[in-house]
């Protein structure tokens, strides 16, 4: 079964201090993303990474960064937590895209419950 | 464009009646649909996804090329269905899903 492990549950932050979120998978899996969850938005993709070292923006990349040294491991980062980034972070993991590898699902952690003070 | 609209956010029932959760997309070509729960304190789970043509937990869904829609129904609803719906879709990046913005899905006694 995929294990998706996210650091922290909850975690709580001061206005201006740079925060680490860090997920960790154990399926060898290629893809690694990080959204955010918000009442009545959905989910929305943050960044995501296909490979080691490999990034790319999803659509509200402002105000992070990630970090990908290591296959299992994918780390975000906000360089200068502000309150409007009170949230809900979520980490999955999927197989990569190969042709052969249709209907593979993203598996997703606990989530990091996030507030900036 | 890519996108999956959910457009109910609340979908109240009673116990034992059928429950339809509405997803459409948009997309050209062969999409790829999921759908996925969230129960209360839990973490997102996929549910099904379209191309195993499965039934999960007495949920089933068909894609609909022709309405370009995804909806998620049940016979009979029971009081643990009672959680937080997501339609995904699957892009033209095989590596990005489209996220619907969710129905949470109270079954009452």
């Known amino acids: 079964d995929v294990k998706v492990t996210q650091s922290s549950r909850y975690l709580v932050k001061r206005t201006g201090e740079k925060v680490f979120l860090e997920c960790v998978q154990d399926?060898?899996?290629?893809?690694m993303f990080w959204y955010r969850q918000d009442p009545g938005l959905g989910l929305r993709l943050i960044y995501f990474s296909y490979d080691v070292k490999m990034k790319e923006k999803g659509d509200i990349p402002e105000g992070y960064s990630v970090s990908r040294e290591k296959k299992e491991r994918f780390s975000l980062i906000l360089e200068s937590a502000s309150t409007n980034q009170t949230s809900m972070y979520l980490c999955?993991?999927?197989?990569?895209?190969?042709?052969?590898?249709?209907?593979?699902?993203?598996?997703f952690g606990d989530g990091t419950r996030l507030s900036i003070l | 464009a890519q996108r999956v609209t959910q457009p109910e956010k609340l979908l109240s029932v009673f116990k034992g009646a059928p429950v339809e959760l509405k997803c459409n997309y948009s997309?050209?070509?062969?999409?790829?649909l999921f759908w996925y729960v969230q129960y209360s304190r839990q973490r997102l789970q996929l549910l099904l996804r379209h191309i195993s043509r499965e039934s999960i937990k007495g949920f089933t869904a068909d894609l609909n090329k022709g309405e370009t829609s995804f909806h998620l129904k049940k016979p009979f609803a029971q009081e643990e269905d009672s959680a937080m719906y997501y339609c995904a879709l699957k892009g033209y990046n095989f590596n990005k899903f489209y996220f619907g913005s969710g129905t949470k899905l109270n079954v009452k006694p």
């Open positions: 399926m060898d899996h290629e893809n």
């Open positions: 999955a993991s999927s197989l990569g895209a190969d042709a052969g590898r249709s209907g593979q699902p993203q598996h």
């Open positions: 997309y050209s070509g062969s999409p790829e």
